[in-house]
C-alpha cells in the first residue's frame, strides 16, 4: 500500500443500547428487545437483533414496533450506562491513535495511517480493538477498514454483527458499481427516490452521470455524490469535530391536551437541556421547539439571535415559541428543543448522540 494512501477504521458497536442492556441483564439475552417507549406510545432508540428479524427498527413508534413483534420487550433508557461503555470504547480507540472522530456514543471514524504502535496493517488494529472492546466492555463491534472515510463507513456495516470487512483501492471501484444507491453513506431515503426518478439505481448508473448534471440536480451535495461513485473521499479524520447541534425531546403516554401541561412540560425539557448545553461546553444561537400530534403531523417553530443564548433566553424563547403552536387541544405526543448553530468552547468533549426522553 502507498504511503500516499490512508489507513481509515470505522467501528460501529453493535446494536448498541439494546447490547449494553443485554448484557447488564442476562434474562433479556437471545430476546427480541426494544430500547425506549411502551407497548402503547413512544419511539424505538435501539432494537436488538432478535426484534430486528421481525422489522423493528430504531426511531420506529414503537405501537407499529409491538405490531410486528407482540413478544417484544420494552426497556427504559438508561443513558449513564451506554455514556459509561462508550468512555470505555474510547479508550481503547486512544490506545492505538490521537485521530479519532466520534460520531455518537457508538461509532467513531480512527486515522491509523501513522499509529502508536507503529503497525503495519489497519486490519491487525482493527482485530485488536475488537477483542479488547469485548473484552474490556463485553460487548461486540463491527469494523470497516478502507483508504477513506466513505468507504470505511460502508465496509463496518457490511457484516454486521460482529462484523470486519475491508476495501482496498484495487477493489474499491468494482464494489462502488455494484453498490445499490440506498447504501450510499449521505443518500437517505428522499435522496433515493430522486436518483430513482434519474435512472440512478446502482454506484454504476451513478458514475455514468457527469458532475454538472448532479450539481443541477442535488446542489452541492452533486459534487460530493460524483466523487464518491469514483472512490474519492478526502476528508480527514477530525478528531476535534464541533457539535453543530444539541437536544432534548419527550414522547408521552398520554396526549397533552392543555397549555398548562405544554408549559409544565416545555419547562421540564427546557431544563434538560440546558444541563447538556453546560455539560458539553458550548452554546447555540438559534432555539428550535418541535411539536408532533397525535396523529404524527409535526411542526416546528424556531428564532435564531445575533449572540449565544444564556440559559434565561432558552427559557423565555421556549415559552414564546409555545404561543406559536396552534391547536393543542388536538393532543400532543412529543415536545423537543433544539438549539443549534453551534460554537464549541470545550472542542475536545466527546459527541453524545441526541438523547430522547421516553
Given amino acids: 500500500m502507498s504511503e500516499n494512501i490512508r489507513k481509515i477504521l470505522h467501528i460501529d458497536m453493535d ?10 441483564n442476562p434474562e433479556l439475552r437471545g430476546k427480541p428487545l426494544a430500547v425506549g417507549g411502551s407497548k402503547e406510545r413512544g419511539v424505538v ?3 436488538s437483533y432478535e426484534a430486528r428479524k421481525y422489522g423493528v427498527k430504531s426511531a420506529m413508534p414503537s405501537s407499529i414496533a409491538y405490531r410486528k413483534c407482540p413478544q417484544l420487550i420494552f426497556v427504559k433508557p438508561r443513558f449513564d450506562a451506554y455514556k459509561e461503555a462508550s468512555k470505555q470504547i474510547r479508550e481503547v480507540f486512544e490506545e492505538y491513535t490521537d ?6 456514543l457508538d461509532e467513531a471514524y480512527l486515522d491509523v495511517t501513522e ?7 489497519a486490519m491487525d488494529i482493527a482485530t485488536e480493538i475488537k477483542q479488547k472492546i469485548k473484552d474490556k466492555t463485553g460487548l461486540t463491534a463491527s469494523a470497516g477498514i478502507s483508504y477513506n472515510k466513505f468507504l ?7 457484516n454486521k454483527p460482529d462484523g470486519f470487512y475491508v476495501i482496498t483501492p484495487s477493489m474499491s471501484e468494482k464494489f462502488i458499481e455494484k453498490l445499490p ?7 437517505g431515503k428522499v435522496t433515493a427516490k430522486k436518483m430513482h426518478l434519474k435512472g440512478i439505481f446502482t454506484g454504476t448508473n451513478l458514475k455514468r452521470k457527469s458532475e454538472q448534471q448532479l450539481t443541477q440536480w442535488f446542489g452541492k451535495a452533486g ?3 460524483y466523487n464518491i461513485a469514483r472512490g474519492i473521499d478526502n476528508r480527514v479524520v477530525n478528531p476535534n469535530r464541533i457539535r453543530k447541534s444539541l437536544g432534548a425531546e419527550r414522547t408521552y403516554e398520554h396526549d397533552i391536551t392543555t397549555k398548562e ?10 431544563e434538560i437541556l440546558v444541563k447538556r448545553i453546560s455539560n458539553s461546553g458550548g452554546a447555540g444561537k438559534s432555539l428550535t421547539l418541535k411539536v408532533k400530534y397525535g396523529d404524527f403531523k409535526q411542526i416546528t417553530r424556531s428564532k435564531t439571535l445575533t449572540e449565544l443564548l444564556s440559559n434565561q433566553q432558552i427559557k423565555s424563547i421556549a415559552l414564546h415559541l409555545l404561543e406559536a403552536i396552534p391547536n393543542i387541544e388536538k393532543g400532543i405526543r412529543l415536545i423537543g428543543l433544539q438549539t443549534s448553530n453551534f460554537e464549541q468552547e470545550n472542542k475536545d468533549v466527546f459527541l453524545e448522540q441526541l438523547e430522547f426522553e421516553f
Avoid: H
Fill in 15 to 24: 446494536a448498541f443500547y439494546a447490547s449494553v442492556e443485554q448484557r447488564d
Fill in 45 to 47: 432508540a435501539a432494537a
Fill in 99 to 104: 485521530l479519532v472522530e466520534p460520531l455518537s
Fill in 115 to 121: 499509529n502508536k504502535f507503529d503497525m503495519e496493517f
Fill in 152 to 158: 470505511a463507513k460502508i465496509a463496518s456495516d457490511y
Fill in 181 to 187: 444507491i440506498e447504501k450510499f453513506f449521505g443518500v
Fill in 223 to 225: 459534487k460530493y455524490y
Fill in 261 to 270: 401541561e405544554m408549559i409544565e412540560n416545555i419547562n421540564l425539557i427546557t
